[in-house]
């Protein structure tokens, strides 16, 4: 059963920086895709970011440019580092496979992005 614990969220003014991470169990991590996504009250969860096993990235428009996801294999952790923050990104965050998986969503960590 993969288990995924986020953390790194909080309070950031506009212009800001995060630092996201993702510590994964459950899985031969190396080859797995990971990706992040977010939700905000009474929208969809939405995609943001994937790493694949061969460090390949994609992004949302939305994020590109601002936004870079990472991985360190031997921590089986995923990252997101999140500069130039606006007030939009504000969401809670999750990691999950890619394509997600329903039974492997973790509890997130809220990111507020407010002055």
């Known amino acids: 059963q993969v288990q995924v614990v986020e953390s790194g969220g909080g309070l950031v003014q506009p212009g800001g920086s995060l630092r996201l991470s993702c510590a994964v169990s459950g899985t031969t991590f190396r080859y797995t895709v990971m990706g992040w996504y977010r939700q905000t009250p009474g929208k969809e969860r939405e995609w943001v970011a994937t790493?694949?096993?061969?460090?390949?990235?994609m992004y949302a428009d939305s994020v590109k440019g601002r936004f870079t996801i990472s991985r360190a294999n031997p921590a089986n952790t995923v990252y997101l580092q999140m500069n130039k923050l606006k007030p939009e990104d504000t969401a809670v965050y999750y990691c999950?496979?890619?394509?997600?998986?329903?039974?492997?969503w973790g509890q997130g960590t809220q990111v507020t992005v407010s002055s």
């Open positions: 790493i694949t096993a061969g460090f390949t990235t």
């Open positions: 999950n496979l890619v394509p997600a998986n329903s039974a492997y």
